[in-house]
């Protein structure tokens, strides 16, 4: 199985690819979010690994990575550094870097702090760069400890995917997110989930799509372009409902948008072919 052995863990990783094997296709690095695992992106690989090369990693902690010990101290700079160690491994040198929920916020910490790996941004469902609600954290933690990573996932689901997602939908995602190591969870929490990523906005050089919802909790339109307008070369992209993991709750609307951003900034320089990526137009106009 595809494991990168780091200095305290072992990363688990997938990569996808169904371009003609006479061609060199650019790399999307996925991250996904908390509680999760490269799995979480299975409705976009069909889609995505037809015109690149899908590396979907599983987080340290989370998935079929270790998991990480309660008292481990969680940082930023140490997932982006997990990432890059993970490309050179593979041998890519730039990459496009897609990221839902509080993957998006390491996505544009890595964004600003290693601008030389990063070709594209796209952030899906994600919070505010600081984070409102860290006062919550004990009960949180509390919560993790006494009753479960699976009473924690079922209590937080219907603002997860919203009212329109298939109950067998939830169901699963429940189940999968409940399986999560509390250990990590506690760590991931103290350490990631309310990270102040304010002083990186501007330093985000690549081309960035961000994408919410017209009435996502983890922040209104109104808050989610106060931070996304701090980002050079930025564009909001709102789609109707009140999920906030967009990326799953509209998976082929949110694909199709990013496939139209990734081919609208892809340097000529690094095209491998005009048949590549094709022109697929978005689903709906930018705000």
């Known amino acids: 199985m595809p494991y990168l052995s780091l200095d305290d863990c072992e990363l688990y990783y997938q990569v ?12 999307v690095l996925m991250l996904h979010g ?21 590396l979907r990693p599983d987080m340290r902690g989370f998935g079929q990575s270790t998991a990480m010990a309660r008292d481990y101290e969680w940082h930023l700079d140490q997932l982006i550094d997990d990432y890059c160690r993970l490309l050179d491994h593979l041998g890519i040198d730039r990459a496009h870097l897609v990221a839902a929920k509080i993957g ?45 990573a699976a009473h924690w996932a079922e209590r937080t689901m219907g603002g997860r995917l919203g009212a329109h997602f298939p109950e067998q939908g939830v169901q699963w995602w429940t189940q999968y ?57 930025s564009e909001l992209l709102v789609l109707p409902g009140h999920s906030y993991h967009v990326a799953v709750s ?29 022109t697929i137009p978005a689903p709906t106009t930018p705000v």
């Open 177 to 233: 997110m409940g399986r999560a190591p509390v250990s990590s969870l506690v760590g991931f929490n103290l350490g990631i989930n309310y990270a102040d990523i304010r002083a990186d906005l501007p330093r985000i050089q690549c081309p960035t799509l961000v994408i919410t919802t017209e009435e996502s909790g983890l922040g209104s339109v109104a808050l989610t372009r106060q931070w996304q307008v701090q980002i050079p070369n």
């Open 250 to 278: 509209d998976a082929a609307a949110c694909v199709a948008a990013c496939l139209h951003f990734i081919q609208k900034h892809v340097p000529p320089s690094a095209a491998v072919s005009a048949t590549v990526v094709p």
């Open 34 to 54: 908390n509680a999760e695992s490269g799995l979480a992106w299975f409705a976009w690989v069909p889609t995505l690994a037809t015109h690149f090369q899908v």
């Open 16 to 27: 996808d690819q169904f371009t003609p094997p006479w061609q060199k296709p650019q790399t």
């Open 104 to 148: 998006g916020t390491i996505a544009r910490a890595f964004a600003a702090r290693r601008p030389e790996r990063i070709l594209t941004l796209t952030v899906l469902g994600t919070p505010q760069a600081l984070r409102p609600g860290v006062e919550l954290v004990p009960a949180l933690i509390e919560e993790f400890e006494t009753l479960g």
